[in-house]
């Protein structure tokens, strides 16, 4: 059964992940919406997820791999999901975004406030459906990703302590 395959979780997870980052990246370079502060910071944990495919693909047959796999993507789903709100929150002014997140330098001393200048302000958001901005789209793609990361640990953990049958 595909659902109960050792490699159906982990691909899951990974292509929902990527395929988050793809869409961002779409929206940006396609669709010409630059991201806040915050945007490029909901991306970090799927870079550092998409940084497990090679190690997946060749160690998911191993028990103990597929923990810390499991581990690792509940871990950074979780931080995603945290990161999303923390930016739904600062769109709809429940508490404060960054200093830096779209402010305004008068003078420019390095690239880094150069660059900053360009960038949309954190607090305004960028609605891609009536009412849905992209990080509470952002929010609801990621959070059903850790139900599944935490879905696979709760297994992975149940698989180790069950005796493999000889």
Same mark, same amino acid.
């Given at each position: 059964?595909?659902?109960?395959?050792?490699?159906?979780?982990?691909?899951?997870?990974? /292509?929902?992940?990527?395929?988050?980052?793809?869409?961002?990246? =779409?929206? %940006?370079?396609?669709? =010409?919406?630059? !991201?806040?502060?915050?945007?490029?910071?909901? $991306?970090? *944990?799927?870079?550092?997820?998409?940084? +497990?495919?090679?190690?997946?693909?060749?160690?998911?047959?191993? $028990?103990?791999?597929?923990?810390?796999?499991?581990?690792?993507?509940?871990?950074?789903? /979780?931080? /995603?999901?945290?990161?999303?709100?923390?930016?739904?929150?600062?769109?709809?002014?429940?508490?404060? =975004? !960054?200093? &830096?997140?779209?402010?305004?330098?008068?003078?420019? =001393?390095?690239? &880094? %406030? +150069?660059?900053?200048?360009?960038?949309? &302000?954190?607090?305004? !958001?960028?609605?891609?459906? *009536?009412?849905?901005?992209?990080?509470?789209?952002?929010?609801?793609?990621?959070? *059903?990703?850790?139900?599944?990361?935490?879905?696979?640990?709760? $297994?992975?953990?149940?698989?180790?302590?069950? !005796?493999?049958?000889?």
């Amino acid at each position: 059964m595909l659902l109960r395959s050792s490699l159906f979780l982990p691909a899951l997870i990974l /292509a929902g992940s990527a395929a988050l980052l793809l869409g961002a990246w =779409g929206f %940006e370079l396609i669709g =010409g919406l630059l !991201p806040c502060k915050l945007c490029l910071q909901q $991306r970090v *944990p799927h870079y550092m997820l998409a940084a +497990l495919i090679i190690p997946a693909v060749v160690l998911a047959r191993f $028990r103990a791999f597929r923990l810390v796999f499991f581990v690792a993507a509940s871990g950074l789903m /979780a931080a /995603a999901a945290f990161l999303a709100a923390k930016h739904v929150g600062v769109e709809f002014g429940w508490w404060q =975004g !960054p200093m &830096d997140c779209g402010g305004r330098v008068q003078t420019i =001393g390095s690239a &880094d %406030e +150069l660059f900053s200048l360009e960038r949309p &302000d954190c607090s305004e !958001p960028t609605y891609i459906l *009536p009412g849905i901005t992209m990080a509470m789209a952002h929010l609801l793609a990621v959070l *059903p990703l850790l139900a599944l990361s935490l879905l696979g640990l709760w $297994r992975s953990v149940r698989a180790l302590r069950v !005796p493999r049958a000889a």
